[in-house]
Nanobody, 120 residues
């Protein structure tokens, strides 16, 4: 059974940092593109960023560019989201997701999410 499990969320003050982890099990994700998404209360889920299967290319939403960094450790089957200079508007449930293959842009595997709350 394929499973993605996020961790590392919590409460942090504005300007602080958090690192989220997404651990995958059930199959190797070294050949999958990985993404991070978030959903704030009353809002639709939005794209945060992604990293290609090869690990060499990342993409970020404009709202987090320069503050968030995605990385992956394919040996550990884990993807990370380093979040710096957090703002109140970053408060959301954060989800990681994976595509089924390296050539796909469709995310078919999703984690349950981890809550990030940024206080002023």
């Amino acid at each position: 059974q394929v499973q993605l499990v996020e961790s590392g969320g919590g409460l942090v003050q504005a300007g602080g940092s958090l690192r989220l982890s997404c651990s995958a099990s059930g199959r190797t994700f070294s050949n999958a593109n990985m993404g991070w998404f978030r959903q704030a209360p009353g809002k639709e889920r939005e794209f945060v960023g992604s990293i290609k299967w090869s690990g060499g290319s990342t993409t970020y939403a404009d709202s987090v560019k320069g503050r968030f960094t995605i990385s992956r450790d394919d040996v550990k089957n884990t993807v990370y989201l380093q979040m710096n200079n957090l703002k109140r508007e970053d408060t959301a449930v954060y989800y990681c997701a994976a595509t089924g293959s390296w050539w796909s842009e469709t995310y078919v595997y999703w984690g349950q999410g981890t809550q990030v709350t940024v206080s002023s």
